[in-house]
């Protein structure tokens, strides 16, 4: 069986584009070899199959769970995740998993926490003068609002024990080189080790998570966070997640939600000061107009660019017949760029979304699709709203005028200058 057509260059050039340059590589490719792309790149093991039009990207969403897991994608993430983490899972154990997280997410109750959301953040934008790096400040901002919404944290100190923990531990994480190190040397060398270090401040971390649902449990607070809505759930069989499963349920959240999040807000920045015509539109507080510009930048700057499955058995996308060993991937990043279907695909212009018609939206696909579309979407849309909206009345300017270009940082694609820009 043959793999589409892909570049030939070693895997350690392929490798830097995807790294240092994902937006150029990506459009390197596409541009050379068109729609499928095979790259070989030390991201994954086997050869990675890139896929971007809208039809062959639902036959990627559509692949059955048992052939094509995507779970295995995460794997590497399995000390930290837990073995109940909905990351890891796939089948029916992944289906049972999203249905308990599912009710917690509804629009509806996201629309409830909004209020404390812009509390937050306007306290955050507040100290914004002169040079801001926006990533840095919207790292602060979502996993305030984490602990906040999602773990429910109460008071400074539960709060303070909290961030502090997070930080050692995604620190270990969030570094490619040292991630890398772990992986390789993945025996624990002594608590100095990379994995060593890692492993103590999950533990760390565990026991913080674990009592904080103890107490969660004896003074439930009614739908004030999601960890009290994820305490209600109860499972087909009528059974109560447990402890540990809460907690996996937790950390599921915060690495699917935290850095994605941040890295989407710090992109709005860096395109809002580059648009002053769309911040003064903005400022008008038209409640669509926002929408329209939150979707605008995750289409043009997705923070996840693909979605990767591992092929077990051979597979048949868009005509091409794949064997067991490769991965496939819808490729957000390129499917939100093709021409034909977004006319002027490259440019910010939140104005296409209020057009007649209305852009396909089968086509926007930032969360992904099918059955492990992101579960935070409705949170991620909420918060990405209500950060804006209470920034719209800030003048925000370029610090430098080119566009910051887009690098990777562990999962996500962030601007290469964290969003750098001038206030007032
Ligand atoms: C703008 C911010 C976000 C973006 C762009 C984003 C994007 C994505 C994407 C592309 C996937 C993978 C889909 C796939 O493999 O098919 C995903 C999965 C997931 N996301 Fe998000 N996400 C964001 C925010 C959040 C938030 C705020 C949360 C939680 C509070 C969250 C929780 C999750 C979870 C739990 C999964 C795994 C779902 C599963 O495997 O069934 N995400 N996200």
Partial sequence: ?????????????????????????????????????TIRTYWTE??????????????????????APAGQSWEFLRPFAGSHSILLLDGEEHLRERRLLQGPFHGERMRAFAPLVTDLATRELEAWRGRVVTLERMRHLTLEVMLRVVFGARD???????????????????????????IVVRRDLGPRSPWGRFRIAVERFDALLLELVARRRAEP?????????????????????????????????????????????????????????????????????????VKEVLRVRPALTIAPRLLLAPARIAGWTLPAGVQVAA???????????????????????????PPERRAWIPFGGGVRRCAGAPFA?????????????????????????ARRSMLVVVPARGGEVRVG
Avoid: K
């Avoid at 892909?6 to 830097?16: C, I, K, L």
């Avoid at 086997?46 to 052939?67: C, I, K, W």
């Avoid at 994605?260 to 107009?289: K, N």
């Avoid at 849309?381 to 270009?405: F, K, N, Q």
């Fill in 381 to 405: 849309e909420m918060e990405m709203r209500e950060v804006l909206r209470a920034a719209s009345g800030l003048r925000i300017t370029p610090v430098r005028p080119e566009s910051e270009r």
């Fill in 46 to 67: 086997q050869p990675m199959v890139l896929f971007s039009h809208p039809d062959a990207v639902r036959e990627v969403f559509a692949l059955d769970p048992a052939t």
């Fill in 221 to 293: 607070g009614v739908g004030d966070s999601l960890l009290s809505l994820l305490l209600e759930q109860v499972d087909d069989e009528g059974n109560r997640p447990t402890d540990r499963h809460i907690r996996d349920q937790l950390v599921a959240l915060l690495v699917g939600g935290h850095d994605s999040s941040a890295a989407s807000l710090a992109w709005a920045f860096e395109r809002l000061a580059r648009h002053p015509e769309v911040q003064a539109r903005l400022a008008q507080g038209e409640p669509d107009y926002l929408d329209a510009v």
């Fill in 156 to 182: 400074e100190l539960e709060l303070r024990r909290l961030r502090e923990a997070i930080d050692t531990t995604l620190e270990g994480v969030r570094s490619m080189p040292r991630v890398l190190s772990m």
């Fill in 331 to 357: 490729c957000l990043w390129l499917a939100m760029r093709r021409e034909d279907i977004w006319p002027d695909a490259a440019a910010f212009r939140p104005e296409r979304w209020l057009e007649h018609p």
């Fill in 1 to 37: 069986m043959e793999l589409p057509p892909g570049p030939r260059s070693p895997a350690v050039w392929q490798t830097a584009g995807w790294m240092v340059r994902p937006a150029a590589f990506l459009r390197g490719v596409h541009d050379r070899f068109g729609d499928p792309v």
